[in-house]
C-alpha cells in the first residue's frame, strides 16, 4: 500500500477556505469536490463539517478525529482508510465503500447508508449498497444511523452503539457484536449467520425473519426481542470446541473461502447435539457418532456424512441438496419435509458448471426412518436399507429402487 502524503498546497488552502466558511468568515468558500482521487492522503483532524466530497476517492487516507458531520460523501470509496474517532454524525453516506475501514471510537450518529442511485454509462441508475465488510468499527456511535441493506459481513463491532438504528436486511455474516447496544434496533430480515453476540443488549429489538444460525445465544438477554419468523437454534447444548468452529465455518461461508475455515468434524462424539437451524454447508462429519442429534431446518448443502451413526437423528425440514450419506446409519432418522433434491456445481471463481449434484445413499441404513413429506430427486436408492421405511406423501421424482418402502 503507498505511503501517506499531505494534502498539495491547493487542497490545503481549499481545506482552510472550508474551514473559514463553516466558521462563517467573508473569506470562507464551501469545500465541494466530486469524483476526484484524493487517496492515501493526510486528513487528520480535519474540519470538513458540510464538505461535499461525492464520488471521491479517498482509499487508504488517514482521517483520524476528522470532522465530517453533515458531509456529502455519497459513494465515496473510503477502503482501507482509517477514520477513528471521526466525526460523521448525519452524514450522506449512501453507497459508500468502507470495506476494510477502521472507524474504531468513530461517530456516525444518524448517518445514512442506506443503498445509492448510481448513475452508470447510458444515463440509467442502479443500486449500490454501502460495503462495511470487514470494518472495524469496535466502540462507535451508530445510534439511529440508517444501515438498511448494507453489507457489514465479518465486520467487528464490539461494544459499538446501534441503538434505535435501522438495519433492515443487513449482512452481519460472520460479524463480532460482542457487547454491542442493539436496543430498540430494527433489525428485520438481517442475516447474523454465524455472528458474535456475547452481552449484547437487544431490548426491544425487531429480529423478525432474522437468520440466526450458528449464532450462540446461549450468552444473549432476549427478553422483549421480537424473533418473529426468525431462524435460530432450539437450544444452546453444543461444546465449546463445535461453537468455535461454527463461528470459523460461518466465516468461510461469508467470505467464499478467503477467511475462517471449513468445519471438520470427522469422527468427534456429537451424540444428542441441537444443531437445529445451523448453517453447515460443506461440512464434513465423516465417522461421527451423531445418534439422536438434532439437524431439523438445518442448512446442509453438500454436507458429508460418510459412514457417520445417526440413529434416531432429526432432519426435518432440513436442506439436504446434494449431501453424502454414503455408508450412514440412518435407522428411525426422521426427514419429514425434508429436501433431498440436486444442487447446482460452481466453480472456485464462483461461475455455474452446468453439473448438478444429486444426494448420495449408496449403503445408507433407512431401516424404519420417517421420510413423511419429503421430497426427493434423482435418488439412487437401490443399494440402501429401506425396512419399515415410511414415504407417506414424499416426493419420490426420479428416484430408484425403492422397494420395500412402506
Known amino acids: 500500500m503507498p505511503e501517506l502524503r499531505f494534502?498539495?498546497?491547493?487542497?490545503?488552502?481549499?481545506?482552510?477556505?472550508?474551514?473559514?466558511?463553516?466558521?462563517?468568515?467573508?473569506?470562507?468558500?464551501?469545500?465541494q469536490r466530486r469524483g476526484e482521487d484524493l487517496s492515501f492522503f493526510r486528513f487528520d483532524n480535519a474540519k470538513l463539517n458540510d464538505a461535499v466530497l461525492a464520488r471521491c476517492l479517498l482509499s487508504g487516507c488517514s482521517l483520524v478525529k476528522a470532522e465530517l458531520r453533515r458531509a456529502d460523501l455519497f459513494a465515496v470509496d473510503f477502503m482501507h482508510a482509517d477514520l477513528s474517532g471521526a466525526i460523521l454524525d448525519r452524514a450522506d453516506l449512501r453507497g459508500a465503500n468502507m470495506m476494510k475501514t477502521v472507524l474504531r471510537g468513530a461517530s456516525l450518529?444518524?448517518?445514512?447508508?442506506?443503498?445509492?442511485?448510481?448513475?452508470?454509462?447510458?444515463?440509467?441508475?442502479?443500486?449500490?449498497?454501502?460495503?462495511?465488510?470487514?470494518a472495524?468499527?469496535?466502540?462507535a456511535d451508530l445510534r439511529s444511523a440508517q444501515l438498511d441493506e448494507a453489507n457489514m459481513a465479518v465486520s467487528s463491532a464490539t461494544g459499538a452503539n446501534f441503538a434505535n438504528a435501522s438495519l433492515f436486511a443487513v449482512n452481519l455474516a460472520g460479524a463480532d457484536l460482542s457487547g454491542a447496544n442493539l436496543t430498540s434496533a430494527r433489525l428485520r430480515d438481517v442475516n447474523l449467520i454465524?455472528?458474535?453476540?456475547?452481552?449484547?443488549?437487544?431490548?426491544?429489538?425487531?429480529?423478525?425473519?432474522?437468520?440466526?444460525?450458528?449464532?450462540d445465544l446461549?450468552?444473549?438477554?432476549?427478553?422483549?426481542?421480537?424473533?418473529?419468523?426468525?431462524?435460530?437454534?432450539?437450544?444452546?447444548?453444543?461444546?465449546t470446541e463445535i461453537e468455535v468452529i461454527l463461528h470459523a465455518h460461518s466465516r468461510w461461508i461469508a467470505t467464499g473461502g478467503a477467511e475462517g475455515a471449513r468445519a471438520i468434524l470427522n469422527g468427534k462424539k456429537l451424540l444428542g447435539c441441537d444443531f437445529s437451524s445451523c448453517d453447515l454447508r460443506g461440512a464434513e462429519l465423516h465417522g461421527c457418532d451423531l445418534k439422536g442429534a438434532d439437524f431439523s431446518n438445518a442448512q446442509l448443502l453438500f454436507a458429508s456424512f460418510l459412514g457417520a451413526d445417526m440413529h434416531k437423528a432429526?432432519?426435518?425440514?432440513?436442506?439436504?441438496?446434494?449431501?453424502?450419506f454414503t455408508s450412514a446409519n440412518m435407522a428411525e432418522a426422521t426427514f419429514r419435509g425434508a429436501k433431498l433434491v440436486g444442487a447446482p456445481l460452481f466453480?472456485?471463481?464462483?461461475?455455474?458448471?452446468?453439473?448438478?449434484?444429486?444426494?448420495?445413499?449408496?449403503?445408507t441404513d433407512l431401516t424404519g426412518a420417517d421420510l413423511r413429506g419429503a421430497v426427493l430427486?434423482?435418488?439412487?436408492?437401490?443399494?440402501?436399507?429401506?425396512g419399515r421405511a415410511n414415504f407417506s406423501g414424499a416426493d419420490l421424482r426420479n428416484c430408484i429402487g425403492i422397494t420395500g418402502a412402506a
Open 7 to 31: 494534502p498539495p498546497q491547493q487542497l490545503t488552502v481549499a481545506l482552510s477556505r472550508h474551514a473559514a466558511w463553516a466558521g462563517g468568515r467573508s473569506e470562507g468558500e464551501r469545500l
Open 109 to 134: 450518529n444518524q448517518a445514512d447508508l442506506r443503498p445509492g442511485q448510481i448513475v452508470v454509462e447510458g444515463g440509467g441508475t442502479k443500486s449500490q449498497t454501502a460495503n462495511l465488510s470487514e
Open 136 to 139: 472495524k468499527l469496535d466502540g
Open 194 to 215: 454465524g455472528a458474535r453476540m456475547e452481552g449484547a443488549l437487544l431490548q426491544g429489538a425487531d429480529l423478525r425473519g432474522a437468520n440466526l444460525r450458528n449464532v
Open 218 to 239: 446461549s450468552k444473549v438477554n432476549l427478553k422483549g426481542v421480537d424473533l418473529s419468523a426468525a431462524t435460530y437454534r432450539k437450544a444452546a447444548n453444543l461444546p
Open 314 to 324: 432429526n432432519f426435518d425440514q432440513a436442506d439436504l441438496g446434494g449431501v453424502n
Open 347 to 363: 466453480s472456485a471463481s464462483q461461475q455455474a458448471t452446468g453439473r448438478t449434484l444429486y444426494p448420495i445413499m449408496v449403503d
Open 377 to 386: 430427486d434423482h435418488i439412487d436408492l437401490s443399494k440402501a436399507k429401506l
